[in-house]
């Protein structure tokens, strides 16, 4: 069991920092009782090297978290930059050294009974110290969920709705007693969407294949990262189009991305190995890519990142992977 966090990191609440332990909400809250809030996820990577904290893509992150509380009617009344500048100040004033997983919530904040919302909304921003979230280094084994991916007419997906994680809870909480390390939910029709907590790539013969944002996924930032690494890195062909499940059974590499997986390599589906049960070379090299960017070491991609305390990017350099896919 994972240990709870420390109750006396500061965390932002009702527009003040405070320690965590002062961070109250009460039984009857809206967004308790009927899932109506819309949280993100946002790494921060230490470079040890460069004694620099990098927050990865968190003004797409805080785009991406009003757009979705939208959904909810919720409107965070901060931009993305004043946001940006408050994750800053939480990290320096908790004097994290150490990779980072930084939540917001906006949530729908009544102290009634009932499930009509109004509009009376609150958010926080609470960071933690976070290691790895999936131990993937030797490739993970996922499993496909009788779960279905919740449908955009239901909850959308794509929204980060509090409610809907409820359907990634029962894959995952699933996938665990079943003995596989990670879900991989299919949609109604059949074909496969992402992970429980992370989108899903494939290689079949050459090209990248990843299902469309109208297939009931996340619209992943680290999915949309990674596309753009294997564009510009590696040359590939990246195709948007449905998967289905026999696919994952004779594809040539297999992978998941996310901001709390990162790049995970799956290595067997269902008790089957994906092509010989190693990590495939495309996946490797992406997967280091990906690395080498958020810790600041790729200067081409430095535009990602949002360091804490110096306000200076790294000077060190790592050389792209010179590897062609094509
Ligand atoms: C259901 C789901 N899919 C995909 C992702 C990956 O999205 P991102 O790369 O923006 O973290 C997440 C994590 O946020 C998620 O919860």
Known sequence: MKADVDPNLIVYFDGQYRPMRDARIGILTHALHYGTGVFEGIRAHWDESAHELYLMRAREHYQRWKHNSGILHIEVPLSSEELCAITVELARRNGFRTDLYVRPLAYKCAQRVGVAFDDQNAFFIAAVPFGEYLHSDQGIHAGVSSWRRIDDN????????????????????????CGFDEAILLNEAGHVTEGATCNLFMMRNGRLITPAITENVLEGITRDSIMELARHELSLEIVERPIDRSELYICDELFLTGTAVGVAPVTRVDHHPVADGEIGLVTHSLRQLYVDAVHGHLRDYRKWLLPVYAGGPAEREAQPAATSFA
Not at 156 to 176: T, V
């Open 154 to 177: 239901a909850i959308p997906a794509r929204g980060k709705i509090c409610g809907a994680y409820a359907n990634s809870a029962l894959a995952s909480d699933e996938a665990h007693r």
